[in-house]
């Protein structure tokens, strides 16, 4: 059986991403024949909506396939893992672009990858299953697949938040931070798919859209923007355990327990995409973070402690914030040359989507 499935159902078009065992984690073929199918249904008049889910019970997409990029950084050059990328945020690009509405049903877990294939569509559904996360600086990683880019857009210093710390969250959040737009019951799912088959997505919404059951970071949002505006890690660190509240207490354990060097990276690359833009030079910059990533010690700990060993203590290095020097951040953002995306060409002249 293939990991992604193709099909067609009156005017709607169906991408199934296929290895529930593997929580339909994205592995690169998947991601080239996505591509290719978007680009056909672009110019098929028989399409008018795009429709992609994740097989099984647990959620849409857990990511991309961690194991093979770090035996890639471990034992490879690395090249394997970029050209990976660079097809990924290509697909990520043309899903934000698309020009017919791309309905992305968010069901269940949803994180990394998973996101860069829903959270750039027109349509974002949600569930009361939905458990959305960009939890990349647990294993040396930095939010990617748009991800700062996402983060960097939602209100106040919730994004900071939710990038440094990798916290999931569930539809009301997902709502309140701009990473979903609708929210239909998970019951509903199934009417709701075969709907969009004859009617127009507007009114096949109309049938379903419910609101969320409460979520927990509007309550929260005044101490996450006292202490996540702080311009460096170790001040919001220190906010953080000052502010009294226990949640902010579990916060600041939760930040000081990620790579030290992916954290402030991360910080960085976020408040650099404030300031960048379109999407695509986003991107841009994600792509020379992460190849640099295939260099830094963390990411192969990382994932050795969180996925493949599973011990759950990591051995960071450098070990403290305080280590983690203003240049060996920048060094993950040194233009790559002749290796560059170079997406942000075509974000120049491309036109907003409007449907």
């Known amino acids: 059986m293939s990991d992604v499935l193709f099909r067609t159902d009156g005017h709607a078009a169906h991408i199934t991403l296929n290895r529930p065992k593997a929580l339909n984690s994205l592995t690169h073929d998947m991601v080239l024949r996505i591509d290719e199918a978007l680009m056909e249904w672009e110019h098929d008049p028989a399409v008018e909506t795009v429709v992609i889910t994740g097989e099984g019970e647990r959620g849409l997409c857990a990511g991309g396939d961690i194991r093979a990029i770090h ?17 990924e945020y290509r697909l990520n690009a043309r899903i934000a672009r698309y020009p ?9 877990i949803v994180m990394g990858g998973g996101v860069g294939v829903s959270a750039h569509g027109s349509v ?12 990349e600086t647990g294993i040396g990683f930095v939010p990617d697949v748009g991800g700062t880019y996402l983060l960097a857009l939602a209100p106040g210093e919730l994004g900071t938040h939710l990038a440094l710390t990798g916290a999931p969250i569930g539809a009301a959040d997902a709502l309140l931070c701009g990473l979903a737009d609708y929210c239909v019951p998970s019951a509903s799912l199934r009417s709701f798919v075969d709907d969009l088959a004859r009617l127009p997505v507007r009114e096949a919404l109309g049938r379903h859209v419910q609101d969320p059951p409460p979520g927990a970071l509007a309550r929260r949002q005044d101490w996450i923007d006292g202490c996540f505006s702080a311009d460096t890690v170790e001040e919001i660190v220190q906010r953080l355990l000052a502010q009294g509240a226990p949640a902010a207490k579990e916060t600041a354990e ?21 300031r960048l833009g379109p999407l695509e030079r986003v991107l841009d ?6 190849c640099a990533c295939l260099r830094s010690p ?39 040359g002749e290796r560059e995306l170079g997406l942000a060409v075509v974000s120049d002249t491309a036109e907003e989507v409007v449907w």
């Open 100 to 108: 017919k509405p791309y309905v992305a049903v968010m069901d269940g």
């Open 254 to 274: 939760n930040l000081l327990a990620k790579s030290p060097t992916a954290l402030k990276v991360t910080l960085a690359a976020l408040r650099r995409a404030r």
């Open 285 to 290: 910059q994600e792509y020379r973070i992460s």
């Open 124 to 135: 974002r559904i949600v569930t009361e299953r939905s458990r959305i996360a960009m939890p």
């Open 298 to 336: 963390d990411l192969v700990e990382g994932i050795r402690a969180q996925v493949i060993d599973k011990d759950r203590d990591p051995s960071w290095s450098p070990p403290t914030l305080v280590e983690v020097t203003d240049a060996d951040v920048e060094r993950f953002f040194t233009p790559l």
């Open 71 to 87: 035996d890639d950084a471990r034992d490879g050059d690395g090249t394997a893992s970029a050209a990976f990328w660079r097809d």
